[in-house]
């Protein structure tokens, strides 16, 4: 076996792996700490060097041509940083770059540096294992209309590209093809001043146009990155800190003129203000991240130049009153045209990157328009809502450089964080709740954020949208795991809130994963059919935006995996097309004919713990015991979540052993099953027999086997999981310890995960193989699919306790945990990872046992083994450890 010394002498992350043993029950003795001692002094031991080795998943460098056989595209590591994007790379045809030449004449090029530099956004972490073949300039609609049209023949995708400032992979080349950069067609082709419009070409940027606009005393609202193009802003559907007035890219935007892939001209709309004429083909192109067409004109709606502007500056205590304070001032229906926050991190990084000397605490920055006297009034009105919710130094600007100078504080966060971060890449996301649900958000992303070792900052416009700045080290595998935890976090709590995964950036290829949570397979479905009636060849901008199959592809649908699955749970569940599970009673299949142990010294009966569910436990109880009062431990079976019983003869087998060599009160619950019954529902009913015994504590309960002779500690529960019931005890145990839940009388002392069921995205060494007798990791993966709520990965948070949307443990303080696996598990690594991580947070009694050459489950498949026997006396050691030092 080996283990990480026990928790009550060590207290501290280990700091090397010297700190870790490994020890056989074949070889030599070494001397072990205090309450090992008596379970392990009849073993022969010999230590030998361990090392927790965490896979990294190899970071594909960007490459000419780096061909996949993937068959599509696939994100590297879907559940990690690795946002490298992966398609299947077919050359571009010689035939192809002859007519664009004919088509472009110069104005296309080959170079291998242009092209990288086209295949990789500014200011993006993503990545794509491709970089586009040729690089493209057309100069006009109809230069666009034939270059889709010859690549729509030889079916070559196409990535459109503008100001490349997006932030979620827009712009990658998954499949190579053709980048069509849009920047020679920047003209401003009609301004229409009496109708406040303006039509104009996809690639001249919003500064610019605003430039030309300024004399006629007219501007275009949207103010995203200083670099980004109308075209490129129509095809995300950004917006900008003005959108809380002005509204987003889908609101100032009255027609388009698009190329479709088979070279088709679709103008939207007429110039008029509104329509009701047919379908809304503008609002469709509106961010379709040039999955559908090419947009080469657009007509915007503009606005007058305000009269008089305040710029106003508040600070406060905390980011939940900031928050509070732009709630408000929304509510009270002042027309404020922007609202900003940054936190006091953000404000330190600003501090310490430009030589200032603002207050380092939350900030909220305004502005008002309208005439003087109505801009003055509005800003008297927010200092006061302000002022009640703990606001101080209020300071407001009117001049034009004072107000510039506010202005520039909160256009320079980026910069600033990088100043902060040498070296660090930026994981910038968004996400945007409906605005009564904004300040809690903030606030509990806020508390997220700051518990993370991560340098991370937070600004917000007031229309509910929130974003993020998470800095992390690319080259330390860690730091990009916590990084993805942050944004997944925010993004789930967003949508628990009727939110979205994105508010203004777009979806990429970064955020194409939490589609169908948002919107549903439905939506997906509809999106999909729409992509393949006007881009039937898959050549627009492909991987981005629609996720493969509409969904999430790795988990597939039971439908699609039913005929594997029947035969590949050897006989025990059969799941039909139709959606139909059918179990067999035939338990001797997976037990191999394991008779029902005669064990006289053990009584047992069954009880009913939840009759809404009709879920029962079985009670195992020693008829002769020397002590007063017994311990009750808890017992949770294995099974993969999907088929097994307490009832089975493996396990009730080792049950009578548990009580009979604990001397404890053994219960044994069931729970139900997936794929009926998905998770998290097997956790609800572990929670319900724990509170069903709770009930026998508190007021009898109706059944007397936990009253007389000998009587029941309740003050003394132990809760064991073997396999997916692993997964239980870890469940219980952060549950409990959050105190959301009351089970005084009962004090459970500790837990103990046997071999337990975790997964991942990321495969371990372990799992590399040689499969077990029982078990394989295609098998594992598809118990991973009927047990997971659908469309769900392995990293769900029910899989894996350190996925990338998993809850932070660090603070969460829990009872003393014993975790053990078989030297020859599948899941051995998992188990292991999972104590160290555990004991490298601090505070938390985790030790790790490994015996040699045992495979999963060995203690119930063969109760009287060498390695069962001494399981049972290190469980019973643990135990007595802390029974009462606590």
Known sequence: VAFLRPSRQLHSTPKTTADLAAISTEKGRRRLPNWWSRSLLPLAIAASATSFAFLNQSHPSISESSASDSGGITIGGKGSTEHVVKGDYKEVPKELIAELKTILEDNLTTDYDERYFHGKPQNSFHKSVNIPDVVVFPRSEEEVSK??????????????????????????????????????????????????????????????????????????????????????????????????RYGTMRDNVISLKVVLPNGDVVKTASRARKSAAGYDLTRLMIGSEGTLGVITEVTLRLQKIPQHSVVAVCNFPTVKDAADVAIATMMSGIQVSRVELL?????????????????????????????????????????????????SDFVFAEESEAKKELWKIRKEALWACYAMAPGHEAMTTDVCVPLSHLGELISRS????????????IAHAGDGNFHTCIMFDPSNEEQRREAERLNNFMVHSALSMDGTCTGEHGVGTGKMKYLEKELGIEALQTMKRIKKALDPNDIMNPGKLIPPHGGNEEMGSLGEEAPQVAEDCMGLLQLLSNGTVLRSNSIDLITQQIPLNNHKAVLFKDSVFHKPNNLHLRLYKPVSVSATTIPVVFFFHGGGFCFGSRSWPLFHNFCLTLASSLQALVVAPDYRLAPEHRLPAAFEDAEAALLWVRDQAVSGGGDHWFEGGPGVDFDRVYVLGDSSGGNIAHHLAFRFASGTIELSPVRVRGYVLLGPFF???????????PSEALLSLDLLDK??????????????????????????????????????????????????????????????????????????????????????EQLLRIIGDFMDTFSDIF
């Open 147 to 244: 270059i889709l049209k010859s690549c729509n023949e030889y079916k070559v995708p196409i990535v459109p590209y503008g100001g490349a400032t997006s932030i979620e992979g827009h712009t990658l080349a998954p499949k190579g093809g053709v980048c069509i950069d849009m920047s020679f067609m920047k003209r401003v082709k009609a301004l229409h001043v009496e109708d406040m419009d303006v039509v104009v070409e996809p690639g001249i940027g919003w500064l610019e146009l605003n430039e030309h606009l300024e004399q006629y005393g007219l501007f275009f609202p949207l103010d995203p990155g200083p670099g980004a193009t109308i075209g490129g802003m129509c095809a995300t559907r950004c917006s900008g800190s003005l959108a809380v």
């Open 343 to 391: 936190d006091e991190v953000l404000i330190r990084a600003l501090n310490m990157a430009n030589g200032k000397n603002l207050r380092e605490v939350p900030t909220l920055m305004f502005e008002f328009i309208g005439t003087e006297e109505y801009a003055r009034e509005q800003t008297q009105i927010v200092q006061q809502i302000a002022s009640k919710h703990n606001g």
């Open 446 to 457: 806020k508390k997220e954020l700051d518990a993370s070792p991560l340098f991370a900052v």
């Open 759 to 769: 997964g991942g995205e990321e495969r371990t060494k372990s799992e590399d193989g």
């Open 783 to 868: 118990f991973w699919r009927l047990s997971l709520p659908k469309g769900a990965t392995r990293d769900h948070p029910m899989a894996n306790p350190f996925g990338p949307t998993s809850r932070g443990l660090e603070s969460i303080s829990i009872e003393p945990m014993l975790v053990i696996a078989g030297g020859s598990e599948l899941l051995k690594d998992r188990a292991k990872e999972y104590a160290y991580k555990l004991k490298k947070m601090g505070g938390k009694r985790v030790d790790y046992i490994e015996f040699e050459n045992e495979e999963h489950g060995f203690f119930s498949k063969n109760p009287s083994s060498q390695s069962a």
